[in-house]
C-alpha cells in the first residue's frame, strides 16, 4: 500500500552542525507535505509544511525541500541544538481528502 | 492557554477487554481528531469529529468508535481489545479540523496483554 518512510533510522549529528533527514512519500498525487517533532512523552509539534507548487519552503533555522521527481522530502535544520533531539517524521495528504499518510520518522541525537 | 489534554496516560488491558480514552481539546477548538501511533504503522488517522458529529474516518474496524460532547470534549473506545490494538492513542484539536493547524494530546499509551 501507500507508504511515507517506513524505516526509522537515527540520525546523530553534532551541535551546531546542520541536519539534514529525509522522506520518501509514495503517493504522486498529494500535494501537501508537513514535517512534524516529536519529542519523548510528549504528542507531534507542527514544524513546517510546504505545498507541491514549491520546493522549497523556509522557517526559522529549518528548511524543507520538496523534490517532485522523485517524491522526496527532506528537512534540513540549521545549526542543530540539544533541544532539536527528537523524532521527525513527515506527512501527505491530497487538498480536500482526509486522506493523510504519515511516516514513521527518524531520531535525531544531538550529540554535545 | 491549555493545551489538549488526555486522560488516562498509561492503561494496560487484558485481550477481549474494552477501553475508553478521553480528550480535552483546547478551549474554543471544535474538531478532535484521534490517530493510533505504532512504531511499525507510524501515525495512522482513525476519525475526526467536529460538533459531535463524525465527518471522516480512517481505515480502522468498527470495534474503534468515538463520540464528541456539545463541550468538544471527545472520547475514543475500543472494544474486543487485541494485542495488536496496543499503541499510542493521540488525539488532536483544531479551529476547523485542517492538519497544518492541529495540537496533539500527550497521548494514551494503551497497553493490550
Known amino acids: 500500500g501507500e507508504s511515507v518512510g517506513l524505516h526509522l533510522p537515527t540520525l546523530s549529528v553534532q551541535e551546531g552542525d546542520n541536519s539534514i533527514i529525509n522522506c520518501a512519500y509514495s503517493?504522486?498525487?498529494?500535494?501537501?507535505f508537513i514535517w512534524y517533532k516529536q519529542e519523548s512523552g510528549k504528542g507531534p509539534q507542527f514544524i513546517i509544511d510546504?505545498?507541491?507548487?514549491?520546493d522549497k519552503r523556509q522557517g526559522q533555522r529549518v528548511t524543507v525541500l520538496l523534490n517532485k521527481t522523485v517524491k522526496h522530502l527532506s528537512l534540513q535544520i540549521a545549526a542543530t541544538q540539544p533541544g532539536d533531539s527528537a523524532v521527525y517524521f513527515c506527512a501527505e495528504n491530497k487538498a480536500g481528502t482526509y486522506k493523510y499518510i504519515f511516516g514513521t520518522g527518524t531520531r535525531l541525537k544531538v550529540l554535545a | 492557554k491549555a493545551g489538549v489534554t488526555q486522560t488516562p496516560r498509561y492503561l494496560i488491558k487484558t485481550r477481549g477487554q474494552q477501553v475508553t480514552l478521553s480528550c480535552s481539546p483546547i478551549?474554543?477548538?471544535?474538531?478532535v481528531s484521534w490517530y493510533q501511533q505504532t512504531p511499525g504503522q507510524g501515525l495512522q488517522f482513525l476519525f475526526e469529529y467536529f460538533s459531535e458529529t463524525q465527518r471522516n474516518k480512517g481505515n480502522f474496524p468498527g470495534r474503534f468508535s468515538g463520540r464528541q460532547f456539545s463541550n468538544s470534549r471527545s472520547e475514543m473506545n475500543v472494544s474486543t481489545l487485541e494485542l495488536g490494538d496496543s499503541a499510542l492513542y493521540l488525539c488532536?484539536?483544531?479551529?476547523?479540523?485542517?492538519?497544518?493547524?492541529?495540537?496533539f494530546g500527550p497521548g494514551t499509551r494503551l497497553t493490550v496483554t
Open positions: 503517493n504522486s498525487a498529494s500535494d501537501y
Open positions: 510546504i505545498r507541491s507548487n514549491m
Open positions: 478551549s474554543g477548538h471544535r474538531s
Open positions: 488532536a484539536s483544531s479551529l476547523a479540523g485542517g492538519l497544518s493547524e492541529q495540537y
